[in-house]
């Protein structure tokens, strides 16, 4: 891989399903001098505040088919629970897409990397506008959201 080469004012997205943080390179293409231009963190609730703990069960209309081995009509299973921590993170992975969107249309970005772990890297690109799209220059599948911004520097100049 070619070293990421982020221009003066170019943005670095870091971020997962909890927390995102914007950073505006200060410096130059050479000598990165990134700064947090603004940070997001959700506060992820204990699931009990955050839906039901029990899985919904699926009955068979009237007259349900007997299945051919067993002799036993069905289905009459429990459905796989919600995991309400995904679906937050999921919405959170969405929040921080949209105000991304807003940032490139509003304050011109040119250059975009954006650093997530490959989860919430594959939520990203789903909910990127494509005006956030044009303006990505590089992706990387890691998670440095819990990394001060220094070491972000020299994960970026590793590359």
Not at 34 to 62: A, C, I, M, N, Q
Not at 112 to 119: E, F, G, Q
Not at 136 to 152: F, N, R, S
């Amino acid at each position: 891989m070619s070293k990421i080469k982020i221009p003066h004012d170019g943005f670095v997205f870091v971020g997962d399903g909890r927390k995102a943080m914007f950073l505006r390179n200060q410096g130059d293409e050479t000598f990165l001098q990134l700064e947090v231009e603004r940070v997001f963190e959700h506060e992820l609730k204990p699931t009990r505040e955050l839906g039901t703990d029990h899985p919904g069960r699926s009955f068979p209309s009237v007259g349900g088919r007997v299945h051919a081995l067993s002799g036993v009509s069905g289905p009459r299973s429990a459905q796989e629970p919600t995991d309400w921590h995904e679906l937050a993170e999921r919405q959170f992975a969405r929040d921080v897409a949209a105000a991304l969107e807003t940032a490139v249309r509003s304050k011109r970005i040119a250059a975009l990397v954006v650093i997530a772990p490959p989860r919430t890297l594959a939520e990203l690109r789903v909910a990127f506008h494509q005006d956030v799209k044009k303006k990505i220059i590089a992706e990387i599948d890691k998670d440095l959201t819990k990394h001060p911004v220094g070491e972000i520097e020299r994960h970026l100049t590793a590359f």
